[in-house]
Structure formats: structure tokens, C-alpha cells
């Protein structure tokens, strides 16, 4: 089975562009969750999805930010216009409903504003 | 508030020895309890999911515990290798579909 799928697996762009990271959840997974990793704060959940409506959002740290999930098989994370503070690792992760199902992880992306 | 605490937050241990990770959680109130892995420049696997109603979980040379109570697990590694040299982070899901994760514990296991 294909695990959860990220792309790009890195990105290197300057302050102010558009940043637009994806990810493809693993098939039958109805739950999409996107965190961003860094060494101060660790692992930080931003947003996540049931049948691709946006649940809870209050980790989005700024407006900057957005989520969208058009289909079961496909989420984009946008960052507009990109600061060099937005630099993580941002990671995916997928998993079925239930409250014993465990979570999976993608690669994530590593993503530098320079 | 959950708040998920793992210590210590390096460790490192000789090939072959027995060891012990921590993780600590405020909030009792908790679904499942689940330990990843993160290796380097890669996302985080799951090792082992231990449901609330359960005290323990066992996968080849690793043990997971919950003690709700207390709010405490460990994950025990028996007979240590050098590719078990990783971050291992935990992670308490108390349901509205949020995962809370510690801040993890980094292992280096040398050969």
C-alpha cells in the first residue's frame, strides 16, 4: 500500500513569494491532519480535515496560511506571502476514523525562506 | 490543557542494553496513547498504538505501557542496536481528533 505522499520534498524560495506544499492521504482514510515541526516548538498540529471539511484550524498561525482538501485524495497547504519565520518542516498525516486508528505520516517537506 | 512531557530528552546507551523512554501526560482523560519513530530528514512511523483500555502493547523487541492514573508510559527496548538510534516521540489523542505530541527523546545506541 502507498503511504501518505508529499510533495515537494523540499523547498528553497525567497521571502514574499507563494508557497503551495501537497499531499495525497493514504486511500480510505477519512481524517487529513497537517503539522509543522521545528526544534522550538516541536511538532505542531495546523489543521485537519474529516471527509474533507476543514475541522479545527486554530493552529493556522497567521491569515498567511490556508488549507484547502477539494477531493478525498488531495490537500494543499498555501503560505502567502512566505516569511523566513515559516521555515519547518511541514508533515502530513493521514488516518480512518475510530479512536484506536493509528496516524500515519508522510515525508514531509522541508521548506526554507531564505 | 494536555501536555505531553518525554524524558530524557537525549540519551545515549552502549549496543545490547535494555532501556527505558518516558512520556508523561497531564490529562487522563485520553482515547489512545501512540510511540513514533523519527529518523532523521523522514516523517515519524508508528511502533505501537495502546488503546485507554489497555495497559500494554508488545511488537518484537519493544513494550509499550499506559498507566492512565498516573498519566505515564514508557517504551521499553530490549537488547538495543545501533539502528534503533532515532527520535522517539509520543503522542496522546483525547479525542476531538487532535494528537498531542511530546517533544521526544533522541537515542543514539553505539556499536
Known amino acids: 500500500d502507498a503511504g501518505v505522499i508529499q510533495s515537494p520534498r523540499h523547498e528553497v524560495t525567497e521571502m514574499g513569494q507563494e508557497v503551495t506544499l501537497r499531499c495525497k492521504p493514504i486511500s480510505g482514510h477519512d481524517y487529513l491532519f497537517w503539522y509543522r515541526q521545528t526544534m522550538m516548538r516541536g511538532l505542531e498540529l495546523l489543521i485537519y480535515?474529516?471527509?474533507?471539511?476543514?475541522?479545527?484550524d486554530s493552529g493556522m498561525p497567521e491569515d498567511r496560511f490556508s488549507a484547502k482538501m477539494p477531493n478525498a485524495s488531495f490537500s494543499t497547504l498555501k503560505i502567502q506571502p512566505s516569511e523566513p519565520r515559516d521555515s519547518a518542516v511541514y508533515f502530513c498525516?493521514?488516518?480512518?476514523?475510530?479512536?484506536?486508528?493509528?496516524?500515519?505520516f508522510g515525508d514531509g517537506t522541508r521548506l526554507s525562506i531564505l | 490543557k494536555q501536555e505531553v512531557t518525554q524524558i530524557p530528552a537525549a540519551l545515549s546507551v552502549p549496543e545490547g542494553e535494555n532501556l527505558v523512554l518516558n512520556c508523561s501526560f497531564t490529562d487522563s482523560a485520553i482515547y489512545n496513547l501512540q510511540w513514533f519513530r523519527q529518523d532523521p530528514g523522514k516523517g515519524l512511523t508508528s511502533l505501537l498504538l495502546?488503546?485507554?483500555?489497555?495497559r500494554e502493547q508488545t511488537s518484537g523487541r519493544l513494550n509499550a505501557s499506559l498507566d492512565k492514573s498516573s498519566g505515564r508510559s514508557t517504551l521499553y527496548i530490549a537488547a538495543s542496536q545501533p539502528g534503533d538510534s532515532a527520535t522517539y516521540l509520543c503522542?496522546?489523542?483525547?479525542?476531538?481528533?487532535?494528537?498531542?505530541f511530546g517533544t521526544g527523546t533522541r537515542l543514539k545506541v553505539l556499536a
Open positions: 480535515f474529516n471527509n474533507n471539511v476543514p475541522i479545527d
Open positions: 503522542a496522546v489523542f483525547s479525542g476531538t481528533y487532535k494528537y498531542i
Open positions: 495502546i488503546q485507554s483500555s489497555q
Open positions: 498525516a493521514s488516518r480512518k476514523s475510530g479512536d484506536y486508528q493509528p496516524q500515519h
